[in-house]
């Protein structure tokens, strides 16, 4: 459970750098698991989070990659 743990605190970083607000992935995690005390959480319920927060991540990535395109196109 602490290494799934890790990840899902990576993970946030991660968002975070990306430039969601913490608010946001507050909210991410508040929607996922209906708390965001990660701490108390269950490993199924850490699993489930990990996931949704990878799959915000792999959408979060595609927007910028989407973004930089039309960027690039408009030079």
């Given at each position: 459970m602490?290494d799934?743990?890790?990840t899902?605190?990576d993970?946030v970083?991660?968002?975070?750098?990306?430039g969601?607000?913490?608010f946001?992935?507050?909210g991410f995690?508040?929607?996922?698991?209906?708390?965001?005390?990660?701490?108390?959480l269950?490993a199924?319920?850490l699993?489930?989070?990990?996931i949704e927060?990878?799959?915000?991540i792999?959408f979060?990535?595609?927007?910028?990659t989407?973004?930089?395109k039309?960027?690039?196109?408009n030079d």
């Amino acid at each position: 459970m602490h290494d799934q743990s890790l990840t899902v605190t990576d993970q946030v970083k991660k968002l975070i750098d990306m430039g969601y607000y913490p608010f946001q992935v507050n909210g991410f995690i508040q929607d996922c698991i209906g708390t965001t005390k990660l701490d108390q959480l269950s490993a199924t319920e850490l699993e489930t989070l990990r996931i949704e927060l990878d799959n915000q991540i792999r959408f979060g990535l595609k927007c910028q990659t989407l973004k930089e395109k039309r960027i690039n196109r408009n030079d």
